[in-house]
Every structure is written in structure tokens, then in C-alpha cells.
């Protein structure tokens, strides 16, 4: 089982010929940084979350961090989100000069909970960025009643959310602002990507012309037959722009969106049928809608009622041939946190408890159900439940 074309890896994204030849064309016409396809890319990803704007970056976190710039963040302001979340939603608040607030999650979809957030609201608080764990929507109502009634932004953390809806809107059309990740692992692949969406025009200049180098909106046409030499710097800029390379990726990625969610959304099912009722096991809960996008597939393993310990059925699961992941160590318990903000163990009980058992399974259109299914035995030998009914095929 240690052959490593045996081994499951937790995440493996699914690139085609499609991708290839648009990366090819890319490199025949030139064009390697920013240029035509990230402007393509930007229109094709507005129709489909149906927003009016978007802005092509080289990351989720570096949409997350000029949309908070653009807001106006800064020294003196407080930003909530959960604690429950990848390090980079609370570092680009950080990074601001602001201080990063948590607010305690719910224990069903393990999102960020609206009362929490209302408890952790001062004078001080700008922006509130709730993240869309695993895919599941936030209460988006809540959270924007809450903003409105309180002068608050929403920025979601949509990293995991691409093809999420709430009450039937797609995310990316809900908040002020939506920033998506097209990493290697998410549901929509560029390598390294991100993209921030929002009906706000003034916010989406702002957080174009901070991408690259404050220099003024058309600065990347320079180089082609309309452009001149001529730009103008109206702010201290960054460099996070999205490169063309990129964009021709994310175009042909988007063609085939929905069949990689079709198969996500199968796998999800399988899981939920294959693991049912295994002691010690608790499987993802969906809240409302079922508007989930599926990026991950979180179990959760109680020690007790499971004989095992979260960690040694990780080890488990390596042996089985099989790669696991864990989302998220809380940001509040990472050592900077810690000695900059006080934070402490005990701060957020509800997140600290279910990230004692957390544990993601692999989830991936590249993945075959067999490998869905030996996923499913692997769980089953570990906590001495054996296979459901005739899915044991040596
Ligand atoms: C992956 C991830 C990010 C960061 O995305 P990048 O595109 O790698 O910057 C932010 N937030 C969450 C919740 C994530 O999972």
C-alpha cells in the first residue's frame, strides 16, 4: 500500500487538453502577463456569479487584502471574522494595521455565527468577513441585516465557494465584496488565482488600480496597439495582478465547472450514504438550501465514541494508501495571535472543540468513485464497522 501510484492524494485538481491548448495559445500570442484572457476571464466569472464587477488577482488573499484597502481599513478599525478559517483571512487584516477580531462558529456548518458577531461589534469594527467553510453559505441574511443596522461592509472569504448559492443567489452577488481563490486545491483551478467580485464600481477601481501599482485603470494596454506610453500613479500600489497564463486556465476551468460540481456533488452523496451511522463519526451537516459547493468533505471523529483519536486515524488513513487534511488549526490559537491579540485556548469553545476531530476527506472530480469507495472502506476498517453491503471489492 505504500507504492505511491497507489497513494490517494487529499487534493489533485483536474486540468484537461482544453487547458493545455489555451496555455499554448497564451504563449503564442505573447501576451504572459496581464492582457486580453484576464479581461475575458474577469466578464466570463461576472455572468456567472451575476455580479457587476470583477477584478482578476494573483490570489484570494491578495483580493481579500485590497478590498479591505479599498474599504479604507486601517490602523485604529477592528474587522470580525471566524476563527475557524484559513490563515489568510485574518493575516490580511493584520497586514492592514487593524486588529482582527474572532467571532465563535456554529456548530452545525461550522460558519461563523451571526449572534457572535453582533456580541464582538465597537465603535471600531469596519468590515465583517465571514468565510463559506467547506462551501456551505454563511446566514447571509443575518450577517447583512446585522452590517446595515451597524454601518458595516461585508467581504466574504469565498475561497471555498465558487458555485455556492444562498436562497437561491449565487455567492459573489450577496456582500459588498466576494474575494474567490483559484489555488491548486479549490474548486476552480489556475495554479495560483483569485478574483474579487462586487456591483460596487468605485470598489472595483480601487481594488484595480492597487493590484498594479496604483497606476491608473488601462495601464496594462500600453503595450498593445490602443495604449501610449503614458500612465498616471494615483496611489501607492501593490503587484497582484492575475497573468494571462493564468486566465486561460481559469476560462477553460469555468467551461467545465459544472461537471466537476456534478462530481462533487455524487461524491458527497456516496460519503454521506457509505458513512452513515458509524459510531464516533459525525458527517458534514447542510444547513438550508443544500446550495453546497462541496469543496470539502469535513467528518468528524470523536475519540471517545470513535476508540480513536483524531490523529491516530489520520496515521490510519496514511497507511490505508489514503491523504487526509485538517481545516482549520483556529487562527486564534497560532502563536502570533497569541502573543499580539491575548488570544487564548478557551476564546472560541465551539471552534476549539470541533477542531480537536476534524478531519477532511479527499473530495475531487479527479478522483474516481472507486477511490470514493475505498475512501468509504478505509473509514469503516478504521472504527471496526467493516463495508456496507457488497462494497467490499479486495
Ligand atoms: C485557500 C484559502 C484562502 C487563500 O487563497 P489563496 O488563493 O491561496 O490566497 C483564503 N481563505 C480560505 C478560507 C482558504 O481556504
Redesign the pocket.
Known sequence: MSKSEDFLPYAKPLLGLEEAAEVLDTLKSGWLSRGPRCTKFEQRILQFVGTKYAVAV???????FLALKAMGVGPGDEVITTPL??I??ANVIVHTGARPVFADVEPQTLNINAGEVAKKVSPRTRVIIP???AGQACDMDAILNLAQSRGLRVLE?A??AICTTYKGRMVGSIGDAT?????A??NLVTG???MLTTDNEELANRVRILSLHGMDNDAWKRYSAQGSWFYEVLLPGYKCNMTDLQAALGLKQLERIEAMQALRRQYAAAYNNGLANLPGITLPRVANDGGHAW?LYVIQVDEKEAGISRERFIEEMKKKGIGTSV??IPVHLHTYYKNTYGYKEGDFPVAEKAFKKLVSLPLYPRMTMQEVQKVIKAVRDIVGIGSPDGGDES
Open positions: 494573483n490570489s484570494c488573499t491578495a483580493a481579500l478559517t484559513f489568510a483571512t468565510v463559506h467553510y472569504d475561497a471555498h474575494a474567490f481563490s483559484f489555488y486545491t479549490k495560483e488565482g483569485g469543496h481545516h482549520f
